[in-house]
């Protein structure tokens, strides 16, 4: 009991001499400060019992919150480290590694202040020593070694399932692969890649090595400088290996990466500008003339497209047109042409009366036979038509029998007699075409 007495009387002195006793001698240097007046407030503070009662009241609070600082940074906590990365141990060099997580999670318990400290010190790897250990499977202890040793850990997972599988080694071919095509310059291709070797070492397990389909180089084409053409050289360029269905394969390769030579060129064709008018044009009236701002314009593509590609369709709608109009219409870019010169076009379409006259003496051809079939006429009338021009008189008068194609399409027909239509088509669009006969018998017969 008399020890107890002890211990509460030196806290009394040490709270009396260090903290009430300060405070009041405070108090009461201000109070002498005071000038003496008859206020309240005054007398209470030049009055020595009052400063004892307000500096105990003081003492007390102060008292308070440093005790309530204690204790919470004494209370236990915990704080979760996210996706900590997974080393381990082992001959690289020897064996291949299956089934180890690349990250875990850790949850570190322990006082506020201390978890702060921990935070603040450089964070420590989560590690396995495989070293030891033969081909096989094997279940392994992961380990985080902690900075402050009052801070407990939990490791998520902690336990990891591994297969140790003896690395083998193969030589495979390296393909290429052109991606972000898209963002090279629309007048520009590509014609040819070149890399500086076309075999690549892939290491890994053996079932995986017998997966990897293809070793590809992926030539990027926005990691190229200012491409222009000719010669474009590009370093650094990643490989990457793929299974059967296109799904990335995790083996090592040596090299890595490889150096490529990008060949660019710059193909061009100019072509004319056709016009194309869809609908008719009200009862009466044909077209006389059809003008356009561009007649003929620069496309830019692969050299194969553009041997095939003749000219540039643009299509006006004349459907109940009465009178002269003009129209801007968009080119569109046909299929496989990048770039076009022009962009926009205007078009002008001129009508007049519209005269109707016949056209005798049209050779009759057909298309889509068969290699291993002829096709006979029935009669001799049946290898020219007559046909029927409808448009302009200052147009049609000057078209002739070779201006005009007649044929029958015969796609899928067999051997035998068979009733076809008869189509016609002209050199100049803004003319009506039509066959007199509407259609006639042919027999097709095996060579």
């Known amino acids: 009991m008399k020890l107890i007495k002890r211990f509460f009387k030196g806290i009394y002195k040490f709270i009396d001499k260090h903290i009430i006793l300060p405070i009041t001698k405070f108090f009461v240097f201000i109070g002498e400060k005071i000038k003496a007046k008859q206020k309240p407030f005054d007398i209470l503070l030049t009055k020595k019992s009052s400063m004892i009662i307000i500096s105990l009241l003081l003492a007390l609070v102060i008292f308070f919150i440093i005790d309530t600082k204690n204790t919470t940074l004494l209370e236990t906590n915990a704080e979760v480290i996210y996706n900590r990365p997974v080393k381990a141990t082992y001959n690289d060099e020897e064996y291949v590694i299956d089934g180890l997580p690349e990250t875990v999670d850790i949850t570190l318990i322990g006082t506020k202040a201390n978890l702060y400290l921990a935070k603040q010190l450089p964070a420590q790897d989560v590690i396995v020593d495989l070293s030891d250990l033969k081909p096989g499977v094997h279940k392994v202890n992961l380990k985080y070694k902690q900075a402050i040793t009052s801070v407990e850990y939990k490791l998520d997972p902690s336990v990891a399932t591994v297969v140790i599988n003896s690395k083998k080694s193969e030589t495979r071919n390296i393909e290429y692969d052109v991606v972000n095509l898209d963002k090279l310059d629309t007048k520009l291709a590509i014609s040819d890649v070149k890399l500086d070797t076309n075999e690549v070492i892939i290491k890994g397990a053996e079932d995986d090595l017998k997966k990897v389909s293809k070793i590809k180089a992926l030539v990027n084409v926005s990691d190229m400088i200012e491409p222009k053409s000719g010669t474009n050289e590009l370093k650094d360029v990643p490989l990457v290996a793929y299974d059967e269905d296109g799904k990335v394969m995790n083996v090592e390769m040596v090299p890595n990466k490889v150096n490529s030579s990008i060949e660019i060129e710059s193909p061009s064709k100019e072509v004319p ?104 006429a029935t009669s001799a009338s049946n290898t020219e038509v007559s046909v029927i021009l409808k448009g302009v008189e200052s147009v049609i008068k000057n078209i002739n029998p070779t201006d005009v194609e007649a044929y029958v399409d015969l796609k899928n027909l067999m051997p035998g007699e068979h009733d076809v239509e008869i189509k016609v088509k002209g050199v100049d669009s803004t003319v009506k075409y039509s066959s007199k006969v509407k259609k006639i018998t042919i027999k097709i017969a095996e060579k």
């Open 273 to 376: 500008i056709k016009v194309i008018t869809t609908g008719d044009v009200v009862f009466g009236k044909a077209i006389k003339k059809i003008t356009t701002s561009v007649d003929r314009v620069t496309i830019y593509g692969n050299s194969d497209i553009l041997e095939k590609t003749n000219s540039i369709e643009v299509s006006v709608d004349v459907s109940d047109l009465k009178s002269n109009k003009q129209y801007t219409k968009t080119i569109k870019k046909p299929s496989g042409i990048r770039e076009i010169s022009t962009k926009t076009i205007n078009i002008g379409i001129e009508l007049d009366d519209e005269v109707t006259t016949e056209l005798s003496g049209v050779r009759l051809g057909y298309i889509n036979l068969g290699e291993n079939y002829t096709v006979q």
